[in-house]
């Protein structure tokens, strides 16, 4: 009552009887909910009332009637406000779904008091489970021993694990699978499984922490203990004492995860290379080391370079070692502060330090900060360092000049007077334009200065004056100087297209700073965009949708199509024409057009890798992939996984591209019978073998063989014979390699290698040995290296360095094949007495031997007197060598060519080389291949030598008979004047007679020359004069001698059936020339059917209707195939 007249006092409305009664009651029972059967009968029959009462303390459900724990609304105010309430609920309503959906995300432990079947239900259940794991233990039976729900509960929680029924829990495969999805619910297993190696070994290797719930006897386990480690560094804290002082374990760790380095041992935490590992990684594993290690200067460094920090767990007396401090300052400028006092207020060290790093000045004492010569060193190494300068320093011009020319941004710390002075002021905006917003007003309106600062750096002009930025003068110098100054210029210049294009030329993206209307300006643009393709971006949309002005933009920049409209990126024919002026845009194809076949095959033509731009379904398209491939292996990665475990499509890609198979399936490349296959099309195909697969004997023995195969046939396509291209290379590489070993002083490689691998590849025309690829077990195999080296030479230079030291074995090597020489080890190659013995046995072995012994006149002599070709191998002295020279040319002629140009302008050498091989002349000096004699010999060992003489003695008579009398074809050689000679021609024709077409025409009329060259070759009746093609004497001698002859000669003896006979009973296939009327007679073509099964189809249609006559062709070809089966051995006969 008086608060009642109080609120009247006070004009406040006055609450009913009523309405304050029910606060009353409800605030009670919020306090305490077995106060409800006080409530007056009213309030507990009223709906209302007891709907609010539940909401503010459901505790209130068991006191209400029966009826309202019914009541499907009253329950669910109850247990959205506390679901454990569903306890008191009317039964039929723990069966509801919603309420009790809504009782278990009030609280999951309202499960409990959910009807059976909703404890049954496993999508009810699991929504509980996502709530708390531990619901599991609420659930059916049935949910809890079926292991599908349980593996699905454990997803959310392992904690659902340990309400599992006894029997799941007693399975090991439920148990694998469950640390499978959760390794950590290893925890709730029985312990029969904490202590089964393959399910904590299941568990570790997915979550090391799993570790801890693992039985102590496999946590001494060291496999599972680094399985652990692997996954999870500091799980090694769960480990057995014994292997947390396991220093291979503990390095594992501490190499991954640093903070391990806490739980290794004692005596670990004192290993200095365990520490070193961690510290590496993050220096604040320092805190970790033992106490003898934090004072060590290379773990001290290393884990300073991460975080200097870490000082302060460094004893102090280390903290002022001088050297020591030194080194971590110059690693980390920030251990200045960590340095001890006495070292801080050291001015030499301080001195030295700044030098190193100016930074450190912020660390130094305060004396320092104020002395001349620290503070300019400082700031000499880093401008930045002016702001620790004292205020009398950031006041001294020199200090200040000096930091600024290494960093403009220094002038804000400088004095406010010499942030005024005009030459520090341009010093500092040269370095950076922004330092002008530290000069005064004065500066920033005046002109000059202005246009000096712009000059040096245009972004300068964002901090001049608005009158200045109006000025197209001054706008242009700083665009000129920097093109996105054009930004901060006034909108008035920003649509001068001078001014846009002086800064357009500089960078195109300066354009997005110009008006629209300059963009809109098609002639402007055209000409921007030509400069400056990027430009295309801020066209119109008509410029954009210009085919031709995009294709040019397109051909200097890819990125160009991104910018063309959609219209033009989904014209197939002008993607098509992209592709071929820049391949690489493809990324910005349509999606649609990339679906397109013929654009994509086009496309990865030219850039494999551009196969990632492509749909799943055209990387399943075998043709599209392989052509990626072709051009880039790599490609691979990118196709379907179906098409990397294809066999046949890997063996057509490893055909185009032997690299591809670095990328296919691991089946594939342990697949023996696949890999030989690999290997049959490229021995190369080893190296991406199996390592099973490169022990194989036979797969090994096979890539070797194929890529020497390969390498030959490589040789013969390219036309290189032992005197062409090959030995070019060979002799620059053996000089390259004499030049590097004298440079360097020594050819031995920190490997063990003869000279650099580079010699080696170059000498073997760039290839290497399959045998590169082999495991190590094949490569310390004696008897298998040396049927390598057999095969490759360069095998030996990928065998095990115990091979190419045993002297015996490298000897046995040199029996098989010299050259294999060069893959012995250096002690070998540079024995002399050693060298001298093997040179005897194959003088190539000389290409192996070290630089000094190749210049030593026995061995070479040695060499080259087994065999000539070794002279390739000798050192420039030796090639100059008379004795040596004169040795090789006589064993073999073309080591002419790899004499000295002195030796082989000497006459006694050059006798020598051309009387073995004719053709050495070609290597001879001018002076010798006009000398007559030397010429003479030459000629007379091969007339083709003629080919290389002087021009005056190709027209010496008695030469060019010595050359035609031995090869005819030399008459190509011979002077004007002797092919017009009757007798050196009638010479050169009875030697050859297809030499005819080189005589003057005079005698290609001379009948007796004619036949003279008929009777050695028929076919040079084809340079014989018409007249003589008409003389049936000519043509008759021409057809016995070949039969094919008849082609040439005139069209009348071509009708004379004696002639055609004769041409047909020599060679059948000369029926393809007799005249016409002569295919209707049975006699010429029977005839030809003796040597010519196929003679019946150019036979006339009449007869080859004529029964008769076939019949007896067949006949006449049975008897000539016995008649010639009988003639010759079994074997053959067979094969006829």
């Given at each position: ?13 006055v ?31 009223s ?68 009807s ?5 239900d ?25 292991p ?26 439920f148990?694998?699978?469950a640390?499978a ?37 496999l ?49 670990l ?57 030194r ?8 251990a ?48 930045g ?14 200090v ?32 950076d ?26 972004l ?17 110098r ?36 110009a ?60 993607i ?6 820049n ?51 790599r ?28 990328y ?55 036309h290189a ?8 290379t ?248 002797l ?15 297809i ?26 009746l ?65 005839a ?28 006449t ?20």
């Amino acid at each position: 009552q008086q608060q009642q007249q109080q609120q009247q006092q006070q004009g406040s409305p006055v609450r009913s009887p009523g309405k304050d009664e029910r606060a009353s009651l409800l605030a009670k029972l919020e306090i305490s909910p077995d106060y409800f059967p006080n409530v007056p009968v009213d309030y507990q029959k009223s709906k209302e009332f007891i709907m609010a009462a539940a909401k503010r303390n459901p505790g209130v459900l068991p006191f209400l009637d029966a009826s309202y724990r019914r009541d499907a609304e009253v329950v669910m105010a109850a247990v959205r406000r506390e679901g454990l309430s569903l306890r008191w609920a009317d039964e039929e309503l723990r069966s509801s779904n919603r309420i009790a959906a809504a009782a278990v995300r009030s609280d999951w432990k309202a499960l409990e008091f959910a009807s059976a079947d909703l404890k049954a239900d496993s999508n009810f259940v699991m929504a509980a489970l996502r709530l708390d794991g531990d619901a599991m233990q609420f659930a059916a039976s049935a949910l809890r021993s079926d292991p599908t729900f349980a593996l699905n509960a454990l997803k959310l929680d392992s904690a659902a694990l340990r309400w599992c029924t006894g029997v799941l829990l007693e399975n090991k495969q439920f148990a694998l699978d469950a640390v499978a999805i959760s390794p950590l619910s290893l925890e709730h297993l029985p312990p029969q499984f904490k202590s089964d190696r393959d399910v904590v070994l299941t568990a570790v290797r997915i979550n090391g922490f799993a570790l801890q719930y693992a039985s102590s006897h496999l946590r001494e386990d060291p496999e599972v203990v680094l399985e652990a480690i692997e996954r999870t560094p500091d799980s090694l804290g769960f480990a057995s004492a014994g292997l947390r002082a396991c220093r291979q374990i503990v390095m594992r760790a501490v190499s991954s995860s640093p903070s391990a380095l806490e739980l290794a041992s004692t005596g670990l935490k004192d290993d200095k290379e365990v520490v070193l590992s961690a510290v590496r990684h993050c220096g604040f594993a320092l805190k970790f080391a033992s106490s003898r290690l934090k004072g060590d200067a290379d773990v001290m460094q290393l884990a300073v370079k991460t975080n200097a920090s870490v000082l302060k767990y460094v004893d102090l007396t280390v903290r002022e070692d001088k050297d020591l401090m030194r080194a971590l300052i110059s690693t980390n400028p920030a251990a200045m502060a960590y340095a001890g006092r006495s070292l801080r207020c050291d001015r030499q060290f301080t001195l030295q330090i700044v030098r190193v790093n100016g930074e450190a000045l912020k660390a130094a004492d305060d004396a320092f900060r104020n002395d001349p010569e620290v503070v300019f060193a400082a700031v000499s190494q880093f401008g930045g360092a002016l702001e620790f300068a004292s205020d009398t320093l950031k006041n001294d011009r020199e200090v200040v000049m000096r930091a600024v020319s290494r960093q403009g941004a220094a002038l804000v710390h400088a004095s406010l007077s010499l942030r005024n002075d005009r030459t520090i002021l341009l010093e500092a905006i040269a370095q950076d334009g922004s330092a002008l917003a530290y000069g005064s007003e004065e500066l920033r309106r005046d002109r000059d200065f202005v246009m000096s600062a712009v000059g040096v750096n245009g972004l300068a002009l964002q901090y001049v004056t608005p009158e200045l930025k109006v000025d197209k003068q001054v706008v242009l110098r700083a665009v000129r100087s920097k093109a996105t100054a054009l930004e901060h210029a006034d909108s008035r210049l920003k649509r001068d297209r001078e001014t846009v294009l002086a800064a357009v030329l500089l960078d195109g993206q300066a354009l997005a700073y110009a008006l629209e209307s300059v963009r809109n300006d098609d002639i402007f643009m055209i000409s921007a965009i030509a400069k400056q393709p990027c430009v295309l971006q801020f066209a119109g949309e008509r410029l954009r949708n210009n085919a031709e002005v995009v294709l040019g933009a397109i051909k200097s920049d890819k990125n160009a199509l991104q910018w063309a409209t959609q219209n033009l990126r989904n014209d197939r024919d002008f993607i098509l024409r992209v592709l071929r002026t820049n391949s690489e845009a493809f990324e910005h194809v349509s999606e649609a057009l990339r679906e397109d076949r013929s654009v994509a095959l086009g496309a990865v033509r030219t850039n494999g890798m551009l196969l990632e731009y492509l749909s799943p379904k055209l990387r399943e398209d075998q043709d599209i992939v392989l052509a990626a491939v072709t051009s880039k292996a790599r490609a691979l990665e990118l196709a379907s996984p179906e098409l990397r475990r294809n066999r046949d499509f890997l063996l057509a890609a490893s055909k185009r591209n032997v690299e591809a198979l670095r990328y296919a399936h691991e089946s594939l490349l342990s697949n023996k019978g696949f890999v030989i296959a690999a290997l049959e099309l490229n021995g190369n195909a080893l190296l991406f073998a199996s390592s099973a697969l490169r022990k194989d004997r036979e797969v090994v023995m096979l890539a070797i063989r194929s890529v020497v195969d390969a390498a030959a046939a490589q040789e013969e396509d390219g036309h290189a014979s032992f005197c062409g291209i090959f030995q070019d290379t060979l002799v620059a590489s053996l000089a390259a390699h004499s030049n590097s070993t004298r440079l360097s002083g020594s050819a031995t490689s920190s490997n063990g290698n003869n000279g650099s691998y580079s010699f080696i590849n170059r000498l073997f025309g760039g290839r290497t040995s399959a045998l590169a690829a082999a495991s190590e077990e094949l490569r310390l195999d004696a008897n298998f290296v040396l049927q390598a080296v057999e095969i490759d030479p360069l095998a030996l230079y990928f065998a095990d360095i115990s091979l190419r030291e045993d002297m015996n074995f490298v000897k046995r090597c040199v029996q098989k094949n010299g050259l294999s020489f060069i893959g012995a080890a250096p002690k070998v190659t540079g024995q002399r007495s050693f060298v001298l013995s093997i040179v005897k046995i194959d003088g190539r072995a000389l290409a192996g031997a070290a630089e000094p012994l190749r210049g030593d006149k026995e061995i070479a002599l040695a060499a080259v007197q087994a065999r000539g070709d070794a002279l390739i191998y000798c050192t420039e002295q030796m090639r100059n060598n008379m004795e040596v020279v004169l040795a090789a040319v006589r064993i073999w002629g073309p080591a002419l060519r790899f004499a000295s140009d002195a030796l082989r302008g000497h006459r006694e050498v050059v006798m020598a080389a051309v009387s073995t091989w004719g053709l050495a002349l070609q290597h001879a000096a001018d002076p010798m291949r006009a000398d007559r004699e030397v010429v003479l010999a030459a000629v007379t060992n091969d007339g083709l030598a003629l080919l290389h003489a002087a021009p005056r003695l190709t027209d010496d008579k008695e030469l060019v008979l010595a050359a035609v009398n031995l090869w005819g074809a030399a008459l190509e050689y011979a002077s004007k004047r002797l092919r017009s000679d009757r007798h050196v021609v009638l010479a050169a024709v009875r030697r050859w007679g297809i030499s005819l077409q080189f005589a003057d025409d005079s005698l290609r009329g001379d009948k007796e020359i004619v036949l003279a060259a008929l009777r050695t070759d028929g076919l040079s009746l084809s340079y014989a004069t018409k007249d003589l093609k008409a003389d049936r004497e000519v043509v008759l001698t021409a057809v016995r001698t070949c039969g094919s002859s008849l082609a040439h000669a005139a069209q009348s003896l071509r009708d004379d059936k004696e002639i055609a006979l004769a041409a047909v009973r020599a060679r059948g296939q000369a029926l393809r020339y007799v005249g016409r009327h002569l295919l209707s007679d049975r006699e010429v073509v029977l005839a030809a059917a003796q040597t010519w099964g196929s003679a019946l189809t150019c036979a006339s249609e009449e007869l080859k209707r004529d029964e008769d006559f076939v019949r007896k062709i067949l006949q006449t070809r049975s008897t000539a195939v016995s008649s010639a089966a009988a003639s010759q051995p079994l074997s053959q006969a067979e094969g006829s």
